[in-house]
């Protein structure tokens, strides 16, 4: 039934309806239609549930969603993120992104896989991060690929800023649950690179999950880790 309440609440059952433009969102975004996976609860590395309050603002995190092998940065930025009120989708529904959430509204999560070459947090290295400082390369607050500078604003939907990207990082969709803290991730929204993904890292996935295991659904629940434990080595740039 929540699971039912919330979909509604997002107008995410209009089947082929598409988005119609976002004030605030990148327009890729905006003519998409979301791709529901598992409603997945993220837990911490213990498999407690995980609580929005839990997170330190400002960190890289990692969880996998929607597979096995596919990451997404979760991150607590500095301010909210709002939909400005009263944006619609084309059809009349609210969109199916709804900016941050949280107490705060600042809890966002990004597909990892950068929308230029692909590259990804693995367990050896990671060359895309959220950057809290400028540096030399970039401004602040933003998450950044070192591996060829695509540089994209968490802070809006994870639009490109500067580099080679073509376009934004996918968004998942996350849900809050106001009586226990909780996050939920739900799908994802915008133009993902999952396909690509697989066929670019076909042996390496193979080699480090399992033949099939790699594209296998994340259910339930997904583990929450920090990006400086998860990755043994974060590219700064
Ligand atoms: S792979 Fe990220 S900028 Fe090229």
Redesign the pocket.
């Known amino acids: 039934m929540r699971r039912r309440r919330f979909l509604s609440r997002c107008a995410l059952l209009g089947g082929a309806a598409t988005l119609g433009p976002l004030a605030g969102l990148p327009a890729a975004w905006a003519e998409q239609t979301p791709r529901l996976f598992a409603r997945t609860r993220l837990t911490d590395v213990h498999g407690r549930p995980l609580r929005a309050a839990d997170l330190a603002p400002e960190t890289n995190y990692v969880f996998q969603y929607p597979f096995a092998a596919t990451p997404c940065l979760l991150l607590k930025l500095a301010r909210p993120v709002t939909v400005p009120a009263g944006t619609r989708r084309a059809d009349g529904d609210a969109p199916a992104w709804q900016g941050g959430v949280g107490r705060d509204r600042n809890v966002v999560a990004f597909s990892a896989i ?1 929308a ?4 990804y947090p693995t367990r050896e290295v990671s ?2 991060r959220y950057q809290p400082e400028k540096s030399a390369t970039s401004a602040a607050r933003v998450i950044h ?1 070192c ?4 540089v994209y604003d968490p802070a809006d939907g994870a639009r490109v800023l500067s ?3 073509p376009q934004p990082l996918a968004g998942i969709l996350l849900e809050h649950d106001a009586a226990d803290d909780g996050l939920y991730a739900l799908g994802t929204v915008g133009p993902d690179q999952f396909a690509a993904f697989f066929d670019k890292y076909r042996v390496r996935l193979s080699l480090e999950y399992g033949e099939s295991r790699a594209r296998s659904a994340v259910a339930a629940t997904s583990i929450v880790r920090e990006l400086s434990s998860y990755c043994r080595t974060t590219i700064q740039c």
């Open positions: 950068c230029h070459k692909l590259a060359f895309i690929c591996a060829d500078h695509s580099g080679p990207a």
